[in-house]
């Protein structure tokens, strides 16, 4: 099949409840092959997204299109060449896990050829699939969860809060996997509050707050305008003291230790010049993290919405 056009294309996707927006206006594009992280805060309209998404929901207005499909009115096409992991994940309780599996495909109409494979790597043996899930632990459904998802090979993958529950050895075959999905083309979008998976794992990434889009940036990109925390040890036991300049930097003092949030562009020549003017025993400077750039875009988005209104 040839594949054209983007995984993923929102245009004007609105979702209300009653007057209440779930969804406001998101224009959304993912491109085929990429892993793209989908962030935001709880009520931020994550999940009403991933929910009309995948044809759970109507939405109110706008258009979605998945692998150039609509999902309600192309549901049986789509079906096969979509996996879905939700974020409160609902099993029948008095089925086995391979009952269960087996119901899911025969529900989305597909051939399960990576069905076995992800079952032994997750670490679901045949004793595991032929008991009851409601004997399973959080973990255990959360692994079912992830091959029922993963067993028919499909191209686009929605997972939402994918390693809750898992143990830090099952996260580590699930980073894996997803290497393995991008090395071969297949479309990931992955929903997650846990900013160091999606960080580790996503190309791109999109931020929503209240139902708007807020941005969408590379991780690269995030990380490298994010300020870096420097930490310094002075040497005099003076303690906290006065810094000239840098008290820009948001100073933090603990005893003779400061803390100092230096911004990209001073972070060669503004920082020589204090070292050169301290008695430094110590220093080290923190790589940027993601979770200051979802908080830093978080508090522009705020303060712009509290100018608007």
């Given at each position: 099949?040839?594949?054209?056009?983007?995984?993923?294309?929102?245009?004007?996707?609105?979702k209300y409840y009653g007057r209440k927006a779930g969804v406001d206006q998101l224009d959304l594009t993912v491109r085929r092959g990429e892993i793209f992280g989908f962030?935001?805060?709880?009520?931020?309209?994550?999940?009403?997204?991933?929910?009309?998404?995948?044809?759970?929901?109507?939405?109110?207005?706008?258009?979605?299109?998945?692998?150039?499909?609509?999902?309600?009115?192309?549901?049986?096409?789509?079906?096969?060449?979509?996996?879905?992991?939700?974020?409160?994940?609902?099993?029948?309780?008095?089925?086995?896990?391979?009952?269960?599996?087996r119901l899911l495909s025969d529900l989305q109409g597909a051939a399960t050829p990576r069905r076995v494979e992800l079952c032994e790597r997750l670490g679901l043996a045949?004793?595991?699939?032929?008991?009851?899930?409601?004997?399973?632990?959080?973990?255990?459904?959360?692994?079912?969860?992830?091959?029922?998802?993963?067993?028919?090979?499909?191209?686009?993958?929605?997972?939402?809060?994918?390693?809750?529950?898992?143990?830090?050895?099952?996260?580590?075959?699930?980073?894996?996997?997803?290497?393995?999905?991008?090395?071969?083309?297949?479309?990931?979008?992955?929903?997650?509050?846990?900013?160091?998976?999606?960080?580790?794992?996503?190309?791109?990434?999109?931020?929503?707050?209240?139902?708007?889009?807020?941005?969408?940036?590379?991780?690269?990109?995030?990380?490298?305008?994010?300020?870096?925390r420097v930490r310094l040890v002075l040497a005099d036991g003076r303690g906290p003291q006065a810094l000239g300049p840098a008290e820009r930097w948001s100073p933090r003092?603990?005893?003779?230790?400061?803390?100092?949030?230096?911004?990209?562009?001073?972070?060669?020549?503004?920082?020589?010049?204090?070292?050169?003017?301290?008695?430094?025993?110590?220093?080290?400077?923190?790589?940027?993290?993601?979770?200051?750039?979802?908080?830093?875009?978080?508090?522009?988005?705020?303060?712009?919405?509290?100018?608007?209104?």
């Open positions: 099949m040839e594949r054209v056009g983007p995984a993923i294309e929102l245009a004007g996707l609105s962030l935001g805060p709880n009520g931020a309209g994550k999940t009403t997204t991933i929910r009309c998404l995948v044809g759970l929901l109507r939405p109110s207005s706008g258009q979605i299109r998945l692998l150039g499909l609509d999902p309600l009115f192309d549901h049986r096409r789509l079906a096969p060449r979509l996996g879905y992991l939700p974020g409160e994940l609902r099993l029948y309780p008095e089925l086995t896990g391979a009952q269960t599996l045949a004793a595991d699939l032929g008991r009851p899930v409601r004997e399973y632990s959080r973990g255990m459904k959360q692994k079912l969860g992830l091959v029922q998802a993963l067993q028919h090979d499909p191209e686009l993958v929605v997972l939402d809060e994918p390693t809750e529950g898992l143990d830090p050895l099952v996260q580590e075959v699930f980073f894996a996997l997803l290497e393995e999905a991008s090395h071969v083309g297949r479309t990931v979008l992955l929903s997650s509050h846990v900013l160091p998976e999606v960080q580790r794992a996503c190309g791109r990434v999109a931020l929503v707050r209240a139902g708007r889009l807020v941005a969408v940036r590379s991780v690269s990109t995030l990380r490298q305008e994010r300020a870096r003092w603990n005893g003779d230790e400061v803390q100092l949030l230096v911004p990209p562009t001073e972070l060669v020549t503004g920082l020589r010049e204090l070292l050169a003017a301290l008695p430094v025993a110590d220093v080290s400077v923190e790589e940027a993290g993601l979770d200051e750039a979802f908080l830093d875009l978080y508090r522009q988005d705020v303060e712009a919405a509290a100018v608007r209104s």
